[in-house]
C-alpha cells in the first residue's frame, strides 16, 4: 500500500496565507454539486461485465492522485502531502439497512484496482457493524460515497470545521436519463484553506473528460 508522505516547508508554501486565513480566522469548506455525463464509462463497464461503482471510485482516487492540493495534510505537527489518497466508502447492506465503512488499496492501474475492490468486496461486504474491513482506513483515505436511492441537485455535508481533515469529500447519486445521456448527480466538498474554486474547477473537468473517455485509463499500466 502506498502511504508515501512529502513534507512541505509551510514557511515558505504559497498559499501559507491562504491556510491561515481559512483554518484560523474563518475556518471554511465550500461544496459544489453537479451534472456528470457517465454514458461512455457506464456503457463500457456494462459491456465489459464490469461494476460502474468500483470504476467510479478508481477515477475519483486517480484524478486526486494528480492534483497535490486535494492532499495536503497535518500530522504531529508535521506539514506536507501524500502521494495517493486511498477510498474509503460505505457498503449497505441490504437484510438490515445499515452501513459499515470499506475501503481498497488504489493502484494506479485500473485493472488491478478493480480486483483489489472485488477482493475486498468478497471478504468482507458481509460484515456488519461500523467497520466491514477488521484494519481501520490508513490515514491517506478519503470519504467518496454513492446515494443511488437519491437524485439529488445539491448535496452538504457537515461544513469543514477548526480541525485537521483537509482532503476532499466525494458523494454521487442515482443515476437519471437527460437528452439520450445517462447522468449522476456528484458533489464535492473542500476545505478552502487548501484548495480554491479553480482546483475543483480542474478536477470537475478532468473528472468529465476521463468519463467521456475510459479506453485512455483502462489500458494496463495507465497512470
Wanted: charged fraction near 20%; proline fraction near 7%; charge should be negative.
Amino acid at each position: 500500500m502506498n502511504m508515501k508522505f512529502h513534507p512541505i516547508d509551510f514557511e515558505t508554501w504559497d498559499r501559507r496565507q491562504y491556510f491561515y486565513y481559512f483554518t484560523e480566522m474563518l475556518p471554511t469548506g465550500f461544496n459544489l454539486s453537479v451534472e456528470i455525463d457517465i454514458t461512455e464509462t457506464y456503457n463500457k463497464m456494462k459491456e465489459l461485465g464490469k461494476k460502474f461503482f468500483p470504476a467510479y471510485l478508481y477515477l475519483s482516487a486517480k484524478l486526486i492522485s494528480e492534483q497535490q492540493e486535494f492532499r495536503i495534510v497535518k500530522t504531529d505537527d508535521q506539514f506536507g502531502y501524500y502521494e495517493v489518497l486511498h477510498p474509503s466508502y460505505a457498503c449497505f447492506h441490504d437484510d438490515d439497512k445499515t452501513l459499515s465503512n470499506m475501503w481498497t488499496d488504489y493502484s494506479p492501474d485500473f485493472e488491478t484496482f478493480y480486483q483489489h475492490y472485488m477482493d475486498d468486496k468478497a471478504q468482507y461486504s458481509g460484515n456488519h457493524g461500523i467497520l466491514a474491513k477488521p484494519e481501520m482506513p490508513p490515514p491517506n483515505s478519503f470519504m467518496v460515497g454513492m446515494l443511488p436511492w437519491t437524485q439529488f441537485t445539491s448535496y452538504s455535508p457537515v461544513p469543514y470545521g477548526k480541525g485537521d481533515y483537509y482532503f476532499p469529500i466525494l458523494q454521487a447519486g442515482r443515476f437519471f436519463g437527460k437528452e439520450g445521456r445517462k447522468k449522476m448527480p456528484f458533489s464535492i466538498t473542500v476545505h478552502h484553506a487548501v484548495v480554491d474554486g479553480y482546483h475543483v474547477n480542474l478536477f470537475l473537468e478532468k473528472f468529465q473528460n476521463s468519463m467521456n473517455q475510459p479506453e485512455l485509463w483502462m489500458k494496463r499500466g495507465s497512470s
